[in-house]
């Protein structure tokens, strides 16, 4: 009964800033590690952003400086903070999660329907 739902995205002028959240629900004990992904038109699903179990971060090249991956393990919501977007920026972005349900010893992946972002002027 877990869900990943994405919100956020939209339509934004070149240099500009959004916000994604990735919210999660059902019988959660937390989030233990998540990724923000993207895939454009023509292109493969890339690695946006990851977020470890350990808290550590990582984030592709083309992102560096300009994106920041968050989590709020009390909302149950992971973050993806954009900056000084570009239009190579437009593509729908998906959360990924890495989630521990409630009396459950393991953890499984879940991934959100996506949200579309477009730069451009």
């Known amino acids: 009964q877990v869900q990943l739902v994405e919100s956020g995205g939209g339509l934004v002028q070149p240099g500009g800033s959004l916000r994604l959240s990735c919210v999660a629900s059902?019988?959660?004990?937390?989030?233990?590690?998540a990724s923000w992904y993207r895939q454009a038109p023509g292109k493969e699903r890339e690695l946006v952003a990851a977020?470890?179990?350990?808290?550590?971060?990582n984030y592709a090249g083309f992102v560096k400086g300009r994106f920041t991956i968050s989590k709020d393990n009390a909302k149950n919501t992971v973050y993806l903070q954009m900056d000084n977007l570009k239009p190579e920026d437009t593509a729908v972005y998906y959360c990924?999660?890495?989630?521990?349900?409630?009396?459950?010893?393991?953890?499984?992946?879940?991934w959100g329907q996506g949200t579309q972002v477009a730069v451009s002027s």
């Open positions: 990924k999660g890495r989630i521990q349900r409630a009396a459950s010893w393991s953890s499984n992946d879940y």
């Open positions: 059902g019988s959660i004990f937390r989030i233990n590690a």
């Open positions: 977020l470890t179990t350990g808290g550590s971060t």
